[in-house]
C-alpha cells in the first residue's frame, strides 16, 4: 500500500504536464481534439464537445493532440486556430507549457510542505567537523579539529537552516587554491581560521567530513515571507542539483549511466520515503516534477525540446517549416526510442529490486 502516494504522485505529475499544454492551448484558443494520460490500448475515455479525454495503460507519459492532420476531423485545413496555422510563438507557448507547468507545481508544493510542515532546522547555527580524513590534509595543516564548529567563510555566516552544509561545500568547492577565512568555534572560543583549499577548478576540497550542529527538526514558519523565502531556495537548490546530475550523466556517462532509475525504482524509492517520513513525499514530488520538466526541455526528439528545436530552424529559415514527413519520422523515432528505454528501465528495476529482496528473478 505505501506504493500507492509514490504511483499517485507519477500520475499527477503526467497529467499537470499535459493540463500545461492543454491550457496553454485552449487560452489562445487552438483546436484540441485528444488528451491522454498514458499511452497504448484505452481503459477509460470521455468523448466531449471538441476533445476526446482518455486513460491508457501504459502509464510512461501522456500527449495532447490536434486535429491538424487528423483524417476525420471537419475543420478545414485552412483554419487560423489548428496549431500548425498558428504564429512560431504561439505554437511556442503551447510546447513550452508542459515544461513550466511542472516548476510551477514543484514551486507549489515546496511551499505548501514549508507552510504545513515546517522549515528543516537544528538549534545551533554552523557546520560541525566530525572528522578529519587526512593528516596531510587543507583542514589538518590549517590546524581545523574534530569537533570544530565553522560559524562563517569569507563573510558569509552560517544560519540554523538545513542548507549550510549544502552552501559551505558549495563554497569551498568554489575556492580552489584560494585562501578561505573560516570563522571557528572551539571549546566556546572564537577563532579565525584561513585555509587552502586543494584540488581542480570548482573542486576544492579540505578533508573533512561534515555534520549538522544537532538534530534536525521542523518547526513553523514565522510568516509567509519566509515561507516564500524557504521555498524559492530549496527550489534554486534543487534546480541545480538536478541540472549538475545531467551533466555529469553527459560528460562521464560510462561511470554515471548505472545511477540511472525508471519508474520502478522511483516508486519503489518514493514508497521507502513514506514509510520513513510522510513529509519527505513533499520533497519527492518536487524533486521528480522538476526532473521531468528539465528532461523535457531537452533538445531530443519525442521530448518538448525536440518540437521547440523545429520551431528553431522554422524560424531561421524565415517561416518555411521543415518537410512534415522528416518532422513526423524523427518524432515518431525518438518516440519508439524512448518507450523502448522506458521498458528496458522497468525490467532493469524490477531485476535489481528482486536480488535485493533475495529473490531469483529466474
Known amino acids: 500500500m505505501s506504493a500507492l502516494p509514490a504511483i499517485a504522485v507519477l500520475a499527477i505529475l503526467i ?4 493540463l500545461g499544454h492543454f491550457m496553454a492551448a485552449r487560452v489562445q484558443g487552438i483546436h484540441v481534439n485528444r488528451f491522454s494520460i498514458g499511452f497504448g490500448p484505452v481503459l477509460w475515455k470521455y468523448q466531449g464537445k471538441q476533445t476526446e479525454y482518455a486513460l491508457r495503460a501504459i502509464p510512461l507519459g501522456g500527449y495532447v493532440g490536434f486535429p491538424d492532420d487528423d483524417e476525420d476531423s471537419d475543420i478545414p485545413p485552412n483554419d487560423p486556430n489548428l496549431m500548425k496555422n498558428r504564429p512560431i510563438v504561439d505554437r511556442a507557448i503551447v510546447i513550452s507549457a508542459g515544461v513550466i507547468a511542472n516548476f510551477v507545481f514543484a514551486y507549489l508544493v515546496l ?11 537544528v538549534d545551533q547555527p554552523g557546520v560541525r567537523i566530525t572528522k578529519i580524513l587526512e593528516p596531510n590534509a587543507p583542514a589538518a595543516v590549517s590546524g581545523l579539529r574534530s569537533g570544530d564548529i565553522i560559524l562563517a567563510a569569507n563573510g558569509t555566516k552560517f544560519d540554523t537552516s ?17 585562501t578561505v577565512d573560516l570563522q571557528v568555534m572551539r571549546d566556546g572560543k572564537m577563532l579565525q581560521v ?21 538534530k534536525p527538526h521542523r518547526r ?13 531556495q530549496s527550489f534554486e537548490r534543487l534546480v541545480v542539483m538536478t541540472v549538475q546530475g545531467l551533466k555529469q550523466l553527459a560528460t562521464n556517462f560510462q561511470n554515471t549511466a548505472s545511477q540511472l532509475s525508471g519508474p520502478v525504482a522511483i516508486v519503489a ?9 510522510a513529509a519527505a513525499l513533499f520533497d519527492f514530488t518536487a524533486i521528480i516534477s522538476i526532473n521531468l520538466a528539465i528532461i523535457n526541455i531537452l533538445p531530443l526528439p519525442a521530448l518538448d525540446g525536440g518540437q521547440l528545436v523545429f520551431l528553431a530552424i522554422e524560424a531561421l529559415r ?11 519520422n524523427v518524432m515518431q523515432g525518438g ?5 523502448g528505454l522506458g521498458v528496458v528501465m522497468i525490467f532493469k528495476d524490477s531485476f535489481n529490486l528482486l536480488q535485493q529482496s533475495g529473490l531469483s528473478p529466474l
Open 220 to 232: 513553523a514558519v514565522h510568516n509567509i515571507g519566509e515561507a516564500i523565502d524557504n521555498a524559492t
Open 269 to 277: 524509492m518514493g514508497s521507502e520515503l513514506v514509510k520513513s517520513d
Open 318 to 328: 524565415g517561416g518555411k517549416p521543415l518537410p512534415e514527413e522528416l518532422q513526423n
Open 194 to 214: 584561513p585555509i587552502l583549499p586543494d584540488g581542480e577548478a570548482g573542486k576544492g576540497r579540505i578533508g573533512v567530513r561534515l555534520d549538522f550542529t544537532g
Open 162 to 178: 538545513l542548507t549550510t552544509l549544502d552552501r559551505f561545500q558549495s563554497l569551498i568547492a568554489k575556492n580552489a587554491n584560494q
Open 15 to 18: 497529467l499537470v504536464h499535459e
Open 335 to 339: 518516440l519508439v526510442i524512448l518507450l
Open 111 to 121: 511551499l505548501v510542505m514549508t507552510l504545513s510542515v515546517g522549515i528543516g532546522t
